[in-house]
């Protein structure tokens, strides 16, 4: 027991969890394994030199050390450890940790240990947020995405019979069973078109036709399903971000949770770099501006007023109708949540106390 402890706080295996865990790390982790599939993938050219194929080796070799070390410490910082190696991260790390030394146990080539590492993309798509964001989208979109499938495989399974009573006799070679006519189905349903089998009689290709043109309404029935998905999941996560940075500001900090979300959805959120000018004195005013997150200059006659977070400009062309009286800069990089004009007259009719607020402000404080 006493030597289970001793690793268990293991300061060495500790630190490296505790950095493995941090954002910058990860980068680290994820331009490694980005390194390793490069050298696999060049590692396969014919031409390549044999100098060269041996550093890709040499580097593969390397990183799997370094893949090891990353899961050894994961493992020994684990709150619970079976529970992490039962995880979906957790045999991702492991498998992405043995393959090349289970490669050099059982004795394999270099070519085929290189190979073998292409397990390190699963590295990839761990670390990668556009991954997640489609696994949230089927997980969302299942039932649909899975009533369309059976319409699909149901379509391909009568497709396949159907040709197979009206080809058979024709082409027994390519129609000689419903199995074997499920190639010529695949293909046809996809609308891939290979042309190596193909009906030849007149009712055959009548059958083939309709096929298509099904498989093409699959398919966009398909694309719409996911479309709608991910269009509905990103405006869920807009939602998410705007009610953050709505709710840290301290004119709406005191609003109801209803009023926050009526306004999150109508805000929209803009990152804007240092230097990059956001109003133009003399344009017309279509929008107002929310500092979620930095600083900004605004330029007046009278000289320079800096704003900071949870300020606002941009208001005064909103409420006269006249172009904008003064430019604004950023200072710093800024967030800033920009709300439109439609959307500023349509808050102002249901949420009188929010404009008197800003009406207030602008009378005491700054030009927009």
Request: proline share 4%; glycine share 10%; charged share 20%.
């Given at each position: 027991?006493?030597?289970?402890s ?15 865990e ?36 040499v580097?593969?070799?390397a ?35 043995l393959v090349?030394p ?11 240990e ?11 798509v ?12 089927l ?16 379509l ?8 197979y ?17 499920l190639?010529w ?8 078109g ?18 298509m ?10 694309a719409?399903?996911l ?6 999941e990103?405006?869920?996560?807009e ?6 940075l709505v ?27 240092s ?13 107002m501006?929310?500092?979620?997150d930095?600083?900004?200059e605004?330029?007046?006659?009278r ?9 606002f400009?941009?208001e ?7 172009p ?13 949540l ?5 959307d ?6 249901s ?18």
């Open positions: 027991m006493a030597e289970v001793a690793v268990r706080q293991s300061p060495v295996l500790a630190r490296v969890g505790q950095l493995f941090r954002r910058r790390e990860r980068g680290v982790t994820l331009a490694a394994a980005v390194a390793g599939i490069a050298a696999v993938v060049i590692g396969t050219l014919p031409t390549l030199p044999a100098v060269w194929t041996d550093r890709c080796t580097v593969v070799l990183l799997s050390v370094f893949f090891a070390l990353e899961f050894l410490g994961r493992l020994m910082t684990a709150e619970r450890r079976l529970g992490y190696l039962l995880s979906f991260y957790g045999c991702i790390d492991l498998a992405v940790a090349v289970f490669a050099l146990l059982v004795g394999l080539l270099p070519a085929e290189r190979l073998l590492a292409m397990v390190w993309i699963l590295k990839v761990r670390y990668t947020p556009a991954f997640g964001l489609i696994g949230r989208v997980r969302n979109e299942g039932q649909s995405l899975l009533s369309v499938g059976a319409a699909f495989g149901i391909l399974l009568l497709t396949a019979t159907g040709e009573l009206l080809e058979r006799s024709a082409q027994p070679d390519a129609f000689g069973s419903i199995p074997e006519a190639w189905a695949i293909v046809t349903q996809t609308t891939t290979y042309g190596d089998v193909y009906p030849r009689t007149v009712a055959g290709r009548f059958l083939a036709g309709v096929v043109i099904g498989g093409i309404g699959l398919f966009a029935l398909w719409g399903v479309a709608n998905g991910f269009a509905r990103l405006r869920r996560q939602f998410l971000r705007s009610w953050d709710a840290r500001l301290p004119m709406f900090s005191r609003l109801g949770a209803s009023t926050i979300a009526e306004v999150a959805h109508l805000l929209k959120v803009e990152e804007v770099p230097g990059v000018r956001i109003v133009t004195e003399g344009q017309a005013g279509d929008s501006f929310f500092i979620a930095g600083e900004v605004v330029r007046t006659k000289g320079p007023v800096s704003l900071g977070e949870g300020e400009f941009g005064v062309a909103l409420l006269s109708g006249r904008r009286n003064a430019s604004v800069v950023a200072v710093r990089r800024c967030r800033l920009r709300l439109d004009v439609a500023f007259r349509n808050l102002a009719v949420n009188p106390e929010l404009l008197a607020v800003i009406e207030q402000h602008s009378a005491t404080h700054q030009p927009g």
